[in-house]
């Protein structure tokens, strides 16, 4: 019989973490989800789902390892869905992302407009590399420093996923967007190697970075809303040197489909639940996991 597990969800009201914890409920796990305000799921009709009331949903920032790091001991599993597809709110309506909106985002960027400058100071905390790598990174430091507690312990090491994604919307979201998941998919791995280390304190980690492509149903803009916003979006300054070039995500966006949101959160859990299952998810290995047809 496997372990009880108790899945910790940062971003556990969004698309994906809603996903995970309906799949780690129906499971019978402990599901806690940490938000900004700490308020449940609900479908786009405006209603909570029955599963959502078997979730302890919490206020907590990301940020502030003290608002959440009581809860981290007892957890055998860490989940980090957190992240932007463009850099502040402008391409979101009701938490989730619109093509048009996406294209308000673009056009912004285009023309310069930043804004109430009032509010600069908001809009740096929601930049590319705080949203999509800082705030993982700041999670995974301390659930590794946790010491599991008694309920908790195991010899396995504890799982941490981090919700990546495929190389698929270059040149029309900006590099950015892309570089720094890799940034924080090469850190957790280093920090989580160094974990395994004799003496090191705290738990041991195994990481898993799942990158789903595009999301059906979509948090992300279609694929014509992407092309059309290429002729909108200026050029990085300076692109991140250890990407593969735009023309190479492009031939991606083509040949790696879209995958259904639940699948997504079908394939966390059974990465929590599998021991051998460590490093990249993308969608290929997703749909092998799952039993999907070969692509």
Wanted: aromatic fraction near 6%; charged fraction near 20%; include cysteine.
């Amino acid at each position: 019989m496997a372990p009880a597990q108790r899945l910790l969800i940062l971003g556990g009201s969004g698309l994906v973490g809603s996903s995970v914890a309906k799949k780690a409920v129906a499971r019978g796990w402990e599901v806690i989800s940490l938000s900004r305000k700490g308020t449940p799921y609900k479908t786009p009709a405006g209603h909570v789902p029955a599963w959502a009331n078997q979730v302890d949903w919490r206020s907590a920032s990301a940020f502030q390892p003290s608002s959440y790091s009581s809860l981290l001991p007892s957890c055998t599993a860490v989940v980090s869905t957190l992240g932007i597809l463009l850099e502040g709110d402008s391409y979101k309506s009701e938490g989730q992302a619109s093509p048009l909106g996406v294209l308000k985002g673009v056009v912004k960027g285009f023309t310069g407009d930043r804004g109430n400058p009032l509010g600069e100071r908001e809009g740096e905390k929601r930049s590319y590399e705080r949203m999509n790598r800082d705030a993982a990174l700041t999670l995974f430091n301390a659930f590794r420093s946790s010491t599991p507690s008694t309920s908790s312990s195991s010899t396995s090491p504890s799982p941490f996923i981090y919700i990546s994604a495929e190389d698929i919307f270059r040149p029309f979201i900006p590099s950015r967007y892309i570089s720094t998941k890799r940034e924080a998919e090469r850190l957790i791995e280093l920090g989580a190697s160094a974990s395994e280390k004799p003496g090191e304190g705290g738990r041991s980690i195994r990481p898993v970075f799942v990158r789903p492509s595009d999301l059906r149903p979509s948090a992300r803009p279609s694929v014509p809303s992407l092309r059309l916003s290429t002729h909108l979006t200026p050029s990085p300054t300076a692109a991140p040197t250890d990407l593969p070039p735009a023309l190479t995500s492009l031939a991606a966006l083509l040949s790696i489909p879209p995958i259904h949101v639940d699948a997504v959160g079908e394939a966390v859990v059974r990465a929590v639940e599998r021991e051998e299952v460590r490093g990249v998810l993308g969608v290929k290995e997703i749909r092998r996991m799952l039993g999907f047809e070969e692509l």
